[in-house]
């Protein structure tokens, strides 16, 4: 299987690391948008008052006894008062949780034990994924068992014109076809429900979700990924998630990429699992949040997976034969060059004896722009841009669209280039349907995936009992027994289908804080008798 490594780079999400500030929240108009809870049978009542008070409503929660309407300000004191209103509270934003690309390879998938687990009974399962949408069609994806429906604020689920959805449902299903990578069920035999609530801005709202995650029990979802939040909580939000627990469903969702202690949410609801993300060395990652509602962490450091076609990046290096890492510049020509590799020192001047070579240049004292349109002005072909302090280099060139393709590289491998001046060197920046993202949101579907497959072998098991086997059967990482950083520990699907098959769906309770798993098949608390399960506190 060809491996396809390449960055996050023409529709980064930087800024979906951001809290969305409530004034965004308002709904223009010196309106407000809220959530309005009411009485049982009192719909319509209540939508008249709301009429009468010059306010509209976004959102049907019927099923919940509520509704999403933007309102005058003026007005919300007297639907406060409305006697048939239990509840009027913010329509909190809710965004993504994916961050800047950093260097790696695809590993998630044997971290998590994926690859030693069938899932040929995966089309007992269905797994919904609420997000941005899905490529259709991109060659890395299913096709069938596949479905969506059309919304008219997000448009088309098969769609997705923020890339983060296609990621995320690359890590539960890529396939087994011979390129790009493999997902946790890659066998095409799970079924998919999308609900696209994000467009290419990457927020939306509590009441968006709690319509998509309504909409994903309705299908007939057992598990719902969620990598998305938000820093505040929702009672509604709240009550819904907890409703679909009962139901049966079992809702995932990430832990957030703020690298504090504060909770975000719907992760941190005890209806909810909240992951936090790893590396490759299953160490927490720096963004991670820690907080007493995480239960379970997955790979979610430079997690390679599937992106919309041609929006990703393939960035290749190679000198003498041998390869190394590279990041291609924003700005940088796509295509292919080769020629000899030139020393140009730090690049703030036309390189002389450059003329159909790949130029080699420090960083420091000019702008990268400066240092490939000096390549340029000596007729280099390519330019590597090695760093001048310890680590990989991302660069960019700002609003310059250079001719040639430019790279950066580590001050290491600079350090290893200098001594090869005169070899073949072949630098690739070129379109890719595959890229690296980090963050929560990509650990999320690392168990998303799991639960859904370790489910397959157990399908009479609930959803309470899924989740107490994920605990026990965790590989416990940091601090001993549950910890605010991992959980429970990683999740491991052979672990957990062995536990379940030893104990049985009863005998899988919750086994507390202190018995996490050790990923080897059994878990420290042994299932102690079917104990409380559900929902953590």
Known sequence: MSKHFVKHGSFALAALALAVSSSVAQAGNDKERVIIQFKPGSQAKVERSVSRAGGN??????????????VPAAALNG??????????????????????????????????????????????????????GYDLGHPDLPTSGVTGRYDSGSGNWYTD????????????????????????????????????????SGWSYSSSLIAAAEQCANEGAQVINMSLGGSRANRTEERAFSQLHDAGVLSIAAAGNDGNTRHSYPASYDAVVSVAAVDSNEAIASFSQQTDQVE????????????????????AVSVAGVGYDANGM??????????????????DQACPSSSGAVCLIE???????????????????????????PGPLLGTLGEYNASIPAVGVSDTDGATLQSQLGASATVSVIDSDWAFFDGTSMATPHVAGVAALVWSH?????????RSALHASAKDLGATGRDSAYGYGLVQTK??????????????????????GNGNGGGKGGGKGGGKGGPKK
């Not at 919940?64 to 309407?69: D, L, R």
């Not at 349109?373 to 007729?379: L, N």
């Not at 005998?507 to 996490?516: A, E, N, P, Q, V």
């Open 57 to 70: 409503k976004h959102v049907d929660l019927s099923s919940f006894n509520a509704m999403a309407i933007s």
């Open 495 to 516: 672990a957990a289908v062995d536990y379940l098959t030893s104990y049985g769906c009863a005998g899988s309770g919750d086994t507390g804080g202190d018995t996490g």
């Open 458 to 466: 157990h399908p009479t098991c609930t959803n309470t009992e899924i």
């Open 161 to 200: 014109e923020n890339g983060h959805g296609t990621h995320v449902a690359g890590t539960i299903a890529a396939l087994t076809n011979g390129e790009g990578v493999v997902g946790v069920l890659p066998s095409g035999n799970l079924n998919l429900h999308i609900v696209k609530v994000f467009s290419a």
């Open 330 to 347: 924003d700005g940088s020509a796509r295509t292919e060059v080769t020629g000899d590799l030139v020393d140009c020192g730090i690049g």
């Open 79 to 132: 639907l406060r008062n409305n006697p048939n209103v239990v509840l009027v509270e913010e329509d909190t934003p809710r965004q993504l949780f994916s961050s800047q690309y950093e260097p790696g390879s695809p590993y998630g998938i044997a971290q998590v034990q994926a690859d030693l687990v069938s899932d040929a009974g995966a089309g007992s399962r269905k797994v919904c994924i609420i997000d941005s």
């Open 363 to 389: 960083r420091g004292s000019v702008s990268f722009t400066e240092k490939v349109q000096a390549c340029e002005a000596g007729g280099g072909v390519g330019a590597i841009v090695y760093n001048n302090e």
């Open 296 to 315: 379970l962490a997955g790979p979610g450091v430079a997690v390679l997976s599937s992106v919309p076609r041609g929006t990703g990046e393939k960035v």
